[in-house]
Each structure stands twice: as C-alpha cells, then as structure tokens.
Nanobody, 127 residues
Framework: QVQLVESGGGLVQAGGDLRLSCAAS????????MGWFRQAPGKEREFVAA???????????TYADSVKGRFTISRDNAKNTVWLQMNSLKPEDTAVYYC?????????????????WGQGTQVTVSS
C-alpha cells in the first residue's frame, strides 16, 4: 500500500505562485506513474498534470491545456515526493488538488486508473 499526503495549498492572489508537495510512504514510488488532479466547487475532478514512468529513470510529463506553460510537475525519488509548481495562478485554478499514483496506469489522464490518492489540499486564488 502507498499512502499519499499533499501539502502546500493555501490562499494566494491572482498572478502568484504555489508549490504543492505529495509525500509518499509505504513503498518507493520510483516506478509509479504519478499525477495531480483537481476538483473545483460544483465541478467534477479533472486532470492537471502527470509524470508517466517509462522505464529506468525516464518520466514523461503531460499537462492539461489549461495549465500548460504555468504548472510544472516534478519528482524526487530519493525523497519519495512529487511536486506541482504552480505559477501565474488564476482564480479559475481554485480547487482542491489531489495527488494520485499507480503502477498500471495506461491512460495518464484517466483518474480511474490510479490506485492511490491523497486527501487533497485546498488552493484558493483571489482576484
């Protein structure tokens, strides 16, 4: 079993930056596909970004169009941690952000393929 704990959320003004962390425990996640999803009030949870493991130490990043160029996903396997650097935040980025992981993810943007989820961290962007 893998436990995921997000942190780093908070209140920020539009144009500001935040970095979310996802700390994993229970197992090393070096061979896990890791992703970030978010759920805004009244909306369904949606894909934000993911790192797909493709063997050895190679990972490929994928981003939702809405965050491309502003958000960066990264990981440090030695720390068993994944980050989401969010720059130039907009009010529409306001949501609860969830970290997710899985070893058998084929479609990296499909949340149903991830086995492990964190509890979420709130990000609020004021205008």
């Amino acid at each position: 079993q893998v436990q995921l704990v997000e942190s780093g959320g908070g209140l920020v003004q539009a144009g500001g930056d935040l970095r979310l962390s996802c700390a994993a425990s229970g197992r090393t996640i070096s061979t896990y596909h890791m992703g970030w999803f978010r759920q805004a009030p009244g909306k369904e949870r949606e894909f934000v970004a993911a790192l797909k493991w493709s063997g050895a130490s190679t990972y490929y990043a994928t981003y939702a169009d809405s965050v491309k160029g502003r958000f960066t996903i990264s990981r440090d396997n030695a720390k068993n941690t994944v980050w989401l650097q969010m720059n130039s935040l907009k009010p529409e980025d306001t949501a609860v952000y969830y970290c997710a992981g899985g070893r058998t993810v084929v479609h990296i943007t499909w949340q149903n393929e991830y086995n492990y989820w964190g509890q979420g961290t709130q990000v609020t962007v004021s205008s």
